[in-house]
C-alpha cells in the first residue's frame, strides 16, 4: 500500500498546482505526467477499481467509462522498472513505458487469457505498490519524435504484441455500462487513445529530489 499512497499524495499535490495555477502549458505527455485516456472511436476514458474479473485471471478489471469525472480514471506515465525515465522528460514515439493506476498503484497489463465478453485478450491491472512483472511493459506508438498531449496514439504491449482495445462490449452488474478494454492483434480504429485531462508536469527543479520512476 506504501507506494499506492505515495502515488496518490503526488498525484493530489500535482492537482493542486493545477487547480492554483492554471493548466500547463506544456505540449508534450512527460514522464510522471497523471492523465485520463480517450478511446477515440468509442468516447470512453481506461478506468480501472478494485473489482476482479470473475473469470480468467481473476486480477482487477480495467474498463472504459463515459464519466470525465471519476477520479478511478487517472493513470500514471512511468519508466520500465529496469530502465526508468526522470520525471517531467518528454515521452519518445517507440518508448517502452509502464501506465500505472493512481488509486489502487496498479499496472495496466495483459497476457494470454480471454476476455470475459469478445474473447479477445484480457487487461488487468496488476501488481502491488506500483511493481508488477514484464507484462506491465507498452510501448507507445506514434507520429514524429514525441508523444504529444493532443495527438492519438497505440499502445502495442512488449510481451504479447497486442493493442490496447475498445471494440463497445458493456458489462452488466456490478460495472453495469462500463465497457471492456482487451487486447487486439492487429492495429485499426478501436486502438487510438488520446490524453483528454491530466497534470503534465516539467522536469524538478531540486537537484536533491528522487526524479527516476
Not at 493530489?12 to 510522471?32: D, H, N, P, Q, Y
Not at 492523465?35 to 480468467?56: E, F
Not at 510501448?139 to 490496447?164: I, M, S, Y
Amino acid at each position: 500500500m506504501e507506494m499506492a499512497h505515495a502515488l496518490l499524495r503526488g498525484s493530489v499535490a500535482l492537482l493542486l498546482v493545477l487547480l492554483c495555477c492554471g493548466e500547463s502549458e506544456i505540449s508534450l505527455v512527460t514522464c510522471g505526467s497523471l492523465v485520463k485516456l480517450l478511446n477515440t472511436r468509442h468516447n470512453v476514458r481506461l478506468h480501472s477499481h478494485d473489482v476482479k474479473y470473475g473469470s480468467g485471471s481473476g486480477q482487477q478489471s480495467v474498463t472504459g467509462v463515459e464519466s470525465a469525472d471519476d477520479a478511478n480514471s487517472y493513470w500514471q506515465i512511468r519508466g520500465r522498472s529496469n530502465l526508468p525515465c526522470q520525471r517531467g522528460v518528454a515521452i519518445m514515439c517507440g518508448q517502452t513505458i509502464r501506465i500505472t493506476h493512481m488509486k489502487t498503484g496498479r499496472n495496466l497489463h495483459t497476457h494470454h487469457f480471454s476476455s470475459p465478453l469478445s474473447n479477445n485478450q484480457e487487461v488487468s491491472a496488476f501488481g502491488e505498490q506500483g511493481e508488477g512483472d514484464d507484462l506491465d511493459v507498452w510501448a507507445v506508438q506514434c507520429d514524429g519524435v514525441h508523444w504529444e498531449r493532443d495527438e492519438a496514439v497505440r499502445f502495442k504491449h512488449v510481451g504479447t504484441d497486442a493493442f490496447l482495445s475498445v471494440t463497445g462490449e458493456q458489462y452488466g452488474h456490478p460495472i453495469r455500462g462500463q465497457r471492456e478494454v482487451h487486447g487486439m492483434a492487429a492495429p485499426n480504429q478501436n486502438n487510438w487513445w488520446r490524453t483528454v485531462e491530466g497534470v503534465f508536469i516539467q522536469p524538478s527543479q531540486d537537484p536533491l529530489r528522487h526524479d527516476e520512476l
